[in-house]
């Protein structure tokens, strides 16, 4: 389901115009991306928890290296980053499980 299509069955649902649901949307994205940035986490009850974690740094190996000679392996430095986790609610699992 896109977005549009996702705006549309919304606006029908609730019986409203679809620019003001998808007012309604971008402003909830918005606070969602502005929870995130300041590292707040956010419980929405039927949906689950938005929150931040730090992924720690790490090497891995290039398997595309182009100067790899046989037996020496290349390795890549991965930063450490801030990454997005969510967990769905008990509601949520529940819903999906059943059905």
Do not use: C, H, W
Request: charge should be positive; aromatic fraction near 10%; hydrophobic fraction near 40%.
């Amino acid at each position: 389901m896109t977005k549009k299509e996702f705006i549309a069955a919304v606006a029908e649902k609730i019986e409203v115009a679809p620019k003001e649901v998808d007012r309604v949307f971008d402003a909830m994205v918005f606070v969602l991306k502005e929870q995130l940035i300041t590292e707040d986490k956010i419980q929405l009850s039927q949906l689950g928890i938005f929150s931040t974690a730090i992924k720690r740094p790490r090497k891995i190996v290039n398997k595309f290296a182009k100067e790899q000679s046989e037996g020496e392996l290349k390795f890549v430095d991965i930063p450490q980053r801030r990454v997005i986790k969510y967990k769905p609610s008990k509601y949520l699992r529940e819903l999906i499980d059943f059905n």
